[in-house]
Nanobody, 115 residues
Framework: QVRLVESGGGLVQPGGSLKLSCVVS????????MSWHRQALGKQRELVGT??????TNIVDSVKGRFSISRDNAKNSYLQMNNLIPEDTALYYC??????????WGQGTQVTVSS
């Protein structure tokens, strides 16, 4: 069974940077898509960006130019967040999607942007 664990969140001042990690335990075979999502207090969970098994990335317009997604050979995923603003405050989750299988969510990591 695959398990996802996020880390790297914390308190950062506006304009600062954080790099979130999503570590994968278990074996992923075949094509897949990793994605990052966030949920601010009182709001719906929203997509931040995706990275496919081929390495193609997509970032939503609201954070494009500030956030980027990458991965390593172990299929762990990373969300680099630069020039953070208070509106980026949220619980950040990674998600794994594979054809024919239920999706997997991590437990989330809190990011708070405040002076």
């Amino acid at each position: 069974q695959v398990r996802l664990v996020e880390s790297g969140g914390g308190l950062v001042q506006p304009g600062g940077s954080l790099k979130l990690s999503c570590v994968v335990s278990g074996t992923i075979v075949g094509t897949y898509q990793m994605s990052w999502h966030r949920q601010a207090l009182g709001k719906q969970r929203e997509l931040v960006g995706t990275i496919s098994s081929s390495g193609t990335t997509n970032i939503v317009d609201s954070v494009k130019g500030r956030f980027s997604i990458s991965r390593d050979n172990a299929k762990n995923s990373y969300l680099q967040m630069n020039n953070l603003i208070p509106e980026d405050t949220a619980l950040y989750y990674c998600h794994l999607a594979r054809p024919g299988r239920p999706g997997e969510w991590g437990q989330g990591t809190q990011v708070t942007v405040s002076s």
